[in-house]
């Protein structure tokens, strides 16, 4: 996720950054905005809705097989 975190500040330029809303600009990336980024299922499609996980009016994103590969690589590194 560290990596991930690094890579994603460089790669963001200084004119990609103006683009943002001014609180955003000074903003970074971090191994934890990216985890739950990677393990949060609304990118496959998913809502919750009173209590239950149902498909929301959204096109997934993320295709299930990778979401899952990477919601398993990331559980078992956060047990390590």
């Known amino acids: 996720m560290e990596q991930i975190a690094t890579y994603l500040n460089t790669v ?3 004119k990609q ?5 001014k609180v955003n600009q ?5 191994h934890r905005s990216v985890q739950v980024i990677l ?4 990118y496959i499609g998913k809502v919750t ?3 239950e996980k149902i498909s ?4 997934a994103i993320v ?4 979401w899952l590969s990477v919601s398993r690589k990331v559980k078992r590194n956060s047990v390590a």
Not at 39 to 42: A, F, L, V
Not at 63 to 66: E, S
């Open 12 to 14: 963001i330029t200084d």
């Open 17 to 21: 950054k103006q683009e943002f809303s």
């Open 26 to 30: 000074q903003r970074t990336w971090a």
């Open 39 to 42: 393990t949060n299922d609304y």
């Open 49 to 51: 809705y009173g209590g």
């Open 56 to 59: 929301g009016n959204h096109e």
């Open 63 to 66: 295709d299930i097989d990778t």
